[in-house]
């Protein structure tokens, strides 16, 4: 099986995968490069999988259905591009051989889904939209920090080498914030120098992992002594792990 990230927009990742003849794409924003890419590759669609309704991971879907025919499958609860598969935390999609498990991890939106597959080429895979960043977390646009917090702990207790697809190239930014929440991480200040040097080659950060996220994302350390002290230095009111959570998201949201 090969995974390639394809590049759209300023830093939207459209996540194909294929065994050499059929393919799945997941939040096809824009049809034009996953066109092109069946195309030089000599693929078939065989399923079209979106996490959520933003224009950036939905604007392709149409398009690309009218061409291939391929099966539409995203969130029960959102406005998908007609017709789609609509789908619910416990549903299964079976596809290339595989069988990806939806969980339902609202936060960024509110009925935000993610697909996971125990047994890619002997790794778990993650799709996990806007909802997981390397070193971050999506912006709660819809839903409330407890719901966010809820969904990325659905999310962390995955196996550890699952590979985590996320469907933008933030992390350099995240990772400044992340840093600036825990500058003493030594396991952070090590990723970071590592990324930074994979984007200096014009290569992608991504897929990262749920181990390595542990290590180094704020998100999913609000819980660890040193990511609470640092929310309690921008709010003093933090008392529990939502309160905790709230304030580095909000001050995630206006750091610069």
Not at 182 to 208: Q, V
Not at 229 to 243: E, I, K
């Amino acid at each position: 099986m090969y995974l390639i990230p394809i590049p759209a927009f300023n830093d939207n990742y459209l996540w194909l995968l294929h065994d050499g003849r059929r393919a799945l794409i997941v939040d096809p924003g824009d049809a034009g490069p996953v066109q092109r890419a069946l195309h030089e590759n000599g693929l078939q669609l065989a399923s079209i999988l979106v996490t959520h309704h933003h224009p950036d991971h939905t604007g392709g879907v149409a398009e690309l259905h009218k061409a291939t025919g391929a099966p539409v499958y995203g969130p029960a609860r959102e406005a998908i591009p007609e017709p789609f598969k609509r789908l619910k935390d416990g549903d299964t999609v079976q596809t290339l051989g595989l069988d990806f498990q939806v969980i339902d991890v609202p936060g960024h939106t509110a009925g935000h889904i993610a697909f996971f597959t125990q047994e890619m080429d002997g790794r778990p895979l993650l799709f996990c939209g806007d909802t997981l960043f390397s070193g971050g977390c999506g912006r709660l646009f819809e839903g409330t920090p407890a719901q966010m917090l809820a969904s990325l702990d659905r999310l962390a207790a995955l196996p550890g080498n699952t590979r985590v697809c996320c469907t933008h190239e933030y992390t350099l930014s995240n990772l400044r914030f992340a840093l600036a929440a825990e500058p003493d991480n030594t396991e952070l200040i090590g990723y970071h120098a590592r990324c930074t040097a994979l984007r200096a080659d014009g290569k992608p950060t991504l897929p990262s992992s749920i181990a390595q996220e542990l290590l180094i994302n704020p998100f999913l350390r609000t819980r660890q002594a040193t990511v609470m002290a640092a929310a309690q230095r921008f709010d003093p009111a933090t008392h529990d792990d939502n309160s905790v959570f709230a304030a580095i998201r909000q001050w995630k949201n206006q750091f610069k």
